[in-house]
């Protein structure tokens, strides 16, 4: 592999790996290897069982109950339709027939712990219909609120099928609430493009014919984990295994309150936004300099959250949604094909052309190295480190200026005859990240940063800070060029400093010992809660305020635990203490309320 490139061979390669379309990868095998040259398609086996992607794996794992802020994995969008009668919503089921019909991905189910299969024949699917016409105004909204929320978090179940809800809440006035579930298992940002654009022009023409989908998405899975058996695999893990030992702690950000396996928190997001003049500057200076866009956008985002965050250095990652490019209608099928790669921030204070070219230069390898895939560098972090329930990686930024085109094309607001419809609501339930911000390119030009955040989890005016100074950090780039080489600490310090320099408490600042009533007999229960874990798990305990998910722990210990201690202490323990601290002193206050007994 070539490892010596020109500044102009590294742009033209990372628009390939971060804004494909522009040219094909198949002509630069020279600069990044594609296992992809001689892919056989496979249709008289569509029908088998076949393993799970390796994106699978990752929602299967985040929804076990083992790692913090376990949730459903949804993708959440409501449509209203105005001027739509009740007949309407047959024309909703009759398209929603035809995708299912359409796409295999809305077909699967898994058969057992590891594998999945397309199902020959489902029955028809009909979408569940609530007449909300008889309740008031305030009743319906608190209604629609619930059915958002409900679906938003709902669990899902992969071993049965439909892996998605469609729910029509009927209100007055003739209209329509289009309440939309699809479980990220069998779905992702480029899935959702394909299928709403193709549901709302089969309403518009319920005798819509699409092209044959000969590329599906069995096919795509199956070659892409046998890419994940190959040489290339070896080579890239043994890369990863290189940096795991260098790579900084997740990144810390100031929180108001602790999250668990069991939290789950409802996602809010704050925008920031550059005008299609300023943006349009900094992409011009960036390609004098042969960095791209989104480079540009990470490096700036990156810099905000150091400024903010406990440490100077940590780890982030990056989430893209570039499908292997294996076949010409590998971008037309449904499925779930994140790609995530692990991207430390530890450079050292330089300029912002300096930032930008490490940064590129550090993509570059990682999307080089990339049949590995980013949720196993994680698991191997977190082996590395115990972290217990905690995840190596509760920031995550993605990245979706290469959709911008087909952004264009998404129906935000639609005609169908007399019927309108806008979108009313969105949402995604992602396990395990507390930050998940998206950034991308508005069809004016202009750029836009939705900073997703679980709701309650950082204190007052944090994210709004965050979001200002990254619109300031951006404008001031915009500014001139020149800026981009002077030393960036001294250019955001007017920018950032103020907002920064707000004293937001860290979790660890507040819970402290004075958190527990602590006394003689509190000490005693404590010593025999340690003494049981200890004796039947294995597992030594320094102190009672030791946080058990830290030591290994998970949920399903948690719940055996619990049953050894009411058997111990002679009363029944409800399992709801496990929404609380989870320490042995934790514990022992908490079984005074259960049992009085205990404590005297």
């Known amino acids: 592999m070539n490892t010596t490139m020109s500044a102009s061979d590294k742009l033209k390669l990372a628009k390939l790996l971060l804004r494909k379309g522009e040219e094909q990868l198949l002509q630069h095998k020279d600069v990044v290897e594609d296992p992809f040259l001689d892919i056989s398609l496979d249709p008289d086996s569509r029908f088998e069982p076949f393993e799970l992607c390796s994106s699978q794996q990752v929602h299967l794992l985040g929804r076990s109950g083992y790692f913090d802020m376990t949730a459903g994995s949804n993708c959440y969008q409501s449509f209203v339709f105005q001027n739509a009668d009740v007949e309407f919503i047959d ?172 939290t789950q928190t409802p996602k809010d997001a704050f925008l920031s936004k550059l005008s299609a003049a300023d943006w349009g500057k900094i992409k011009s200076f960036a390609n004098r300099k042969s960095i791209t866009p989104s480079i540009v956008a990470t490096v700036a985002f990156a810099y905000v959250l150091r400024n903010f965050a406990k440490s100077r250095d940590f780890l982030m990652g990056l989430i893209s949604f570039n499908r292997f490019d294996m076949h010409e209608q590998a971008e037309d099928i449904l499925g779930c094909f994140v790609q995530m790669v692990p991207f430390p921030f530890d450079f050292e204070e330089a300029t912002f052309t300096d930032y930008c ?123 001139q060029e020149s800026n981009w080489d002077i030393a960036f600490h001294d250019l955001c310090e007017p920018v950032i400093s103020n907002k920064a320099s707000v004293q937001y408490k860290l979790m660890d600042d507040i819970n402290d010992d004075s958190s527990f009533v602590r006394d003689d007999i509190n000490s005693l229960v404590e010593q025999e809660l340690m003494s049981l874990i200890q004796n039947k798990m294995g597992i030594a305990i320094s102190s009672p305020l030791e946080d058990l998910y830290d030591l290994g722990f998970n949920s399903l210990k948690l719940v055996q635990l619990l049953n050894w201690i009411g058997e111990a202490f002679q009363c029944e323990i409800p399992q709801d203490i496990l929404s609380g601290d989870i320490t042995v002193a934790a514990f022992a206050s908490q079984l005074g309320n259960v049992r009085p007994s205990v404590l005297s």
């Open 357 to 479: 070219l490490k940064g590129r230069d550090q993509l570059i390898e990682a999307m080089q190295n990339r049949f590995y895939p980013g949720h196993l560098v994680l698991r191997d972090l977190h082996r590395m480190r115990k972290s217990g329930s905690h995840s190596q990686c509760p920031v995550m930024l993605t990245l979706l200026f290469e959709h911008k085109t087909k952004m264009e094309a998404f129906p935000d607001n639609s005609e169908i005859g007399e019927i309108t419809s806008e979108i009313a609501f969105q949402q995604l339930s992602l396990p395990q990240l507390q930050l998940h911000p998206g950034m991308g390119e508005n069809p004016d030009g202009s750029f836009w940063c939705y900073w997703n955040h679980a709701s309650g989890l950082y204190p007052d005016g944090l994210i709004k800070d965050m979001s200002e100074s990254l619109t300031g950090i951006l404008s001031e780039l915009a500014v």
């Open 91 to 262: 024309r909703i089921d009759n398209a929603f027939q035809k995708l299912i019909a359409r796409h295999d991905a809305l077909r699967i189910q898994m058969v057992n712990s590891k594998e999945q299969q397309v199902l020959r024949e489902v029955p028809p699917f009909h979408a569940v219909r609530k007449d909300l016409r008889q309740h008031s105004p305030l009743e319906i909204e608190k209604l629609v609120q619930e059915e958002h929320k409900f679906l938003v978090f709902k669990p899902g179940n992969v071993n049965q099928w439909p892996l998605f809800d469609l729910v029509v809440l009927i209100l007055p006035e003739d209209t329509l609430v289009l309440c939309w579930r699809m479980d990220l298992f069998i779905y992702d940002f480029p899935s959702r493009l394909v299928i709403t654009n193709e549901f709302f022009e089969i309403l518009k023409d319920p005798n819509k014919e699409f092209p044959e989908l000969k590329f599906s998405f069995r096919d795509y899975v199956k070659a892409s984990n046998d890419a994940y058996k190959s040489v290339f695999f070896q080579k890239s893990k043994a890369y990863w295994e290189t940096k795991l030992p260098k790579f900084p702690q997740p990144l810390q950000l100031p929180t108001i309150s602790k999250v668990r396996p069991g």
